[in-house]
């Protein structure tokens, strides 16, 4: 399928969502090009709350694609299931198979979340201020989207863009146009070594990212242990058998129940998780001790996880 096709397909079936009630929101790459800082993508990342999954599932196991019924995407995925999506988890689906299936992935959260992504929502796409924070990953190619969209955000007079910024020269080159707020300098340092015109500025920016980016490796490394007994648990469950939809998501509510913890990260300690990740940034000469000084508030990005 075109690209052009594939995003009418999914702002489809988010429209027919909407018209059950269910809050929901195209975000990451696709809500990247309806933004116009990508050009093209071929994946689809669902945001919708935790309580209507029910109603997402049932869409998803009546929405056929060419001929193709929707299923789970391998035996990886964890379940449609609020339980361990308010933990943050997500459950990645698909039509048809090999290199030209067309995928879905869902989210009941993003993982790095500073307010309620719901609120935020314009359209039929999350706002860029809920993908930016979902693009600070430990993928070199997402950085210059984060970038980009913090731009749009300030060309629409949405101050909060300042704190989506990380490359120095375009940084400056805001800076040169207009004063950014106090209070968002005083939640992100290297906004304000920026305003003094400070050395540290691209010290501080880098140091940011790569404490970004050592989250996200830990996290998926946390994630990954949980599921080594999962995945072949799933693997042994479906040799042989032709499921549906239906059938399949049973199956894995009922392995999560005892190979996935319903919330790893909140369990392992939120502090402990970023105090970790910045010992290691220290430890792997990744940024000087003193640059840790130079990092913003981490923890309220994973708030979230604990209510």
């Keep these: 399928m075109e690209p052009a096709e594939l995003q009418t397909f999914y702002e489809r079936l988010v429209r027919r969502l909407r018209d059950r009630g269910v809050v929901c929101a195209i975000t990451s790459g696709l809500a990247c090009v309806h933004y116009g800082v990508a050009e ?13 999954f029910g109603q997402l599932l049932d869409l998803l196991s009546t929405t056929q694609l060419r001929g193709d019924d929707c299923c789970y995407r391998g035996n990886i995925s964890p379940p449609l299931d609020e339980r361990w999506h308010r933990g943050g988890w997500t459950s990645h689906f698909e039509w048809g198979g090999g290199e030209n299936a067309v ?29 930016a924070e979902m ?7 997402d950085w210059a989207f984060v970038t980009a969209l913090g731009v749009r955000m300030l060309e629409a007079g949405e101050q909060e863009g300042w704190l989506h910024i990380f490359d120095a020269d375009t940084l400056m080159e805001w800076i040169g146009q207009e004063c950014c707020p106090p209070e968002l300098t005083a939640r992100r340092p290297a906004l304000r070594f920026a305003m003094q015109g400070d050395s540290r500025t691209a010290g501080a920016l880098n140091a940011e990212r790569k404490l970004w980016e050592e989250l996200d490796r830990r996290r998926i490394k946390m994630l990954e242990k949980h599921l080594r007994q999962y995945f072949p648990a799933v693997r042994k469950a479906r040799v042989g058998r032709k499921l549906r939809l239906v059938d399949d998501h049973a199956m894995r509510v009922e392995l999560a129940m005892e190979y996935l913890p319903e919330n790893p990260l909140r369990d392992y300690g939120l502090e402990k998780f970023v105090n970790e990740a910045k010992a290691t940034l220290v430890s792997s000469a990744i940024v000087p001790e003193n ?4 990092l913003p508030d981490a923890m309220i990005y994973f708030d979230w996880l604990n209510k």
């Design 135 to 141: 693009k600070r990953t430990n993928r070199d190619k």
């Design 40 to 52: 093209s993508t071929k994946d689809c990342d669902l945001l919708c709350q935790t309580g209507s």
């Design 291 to 294: 640059a840790l000084t130079w």
């Design 103 to 131: 995928t879905l992935d869902v989210f009941g959260h993003p993982w790095r979340e500073s307010f309620p992504w719901g609120q935020g929502v314009m359209g039929l796409y999350a706002s860029p201020r809920t993908v």
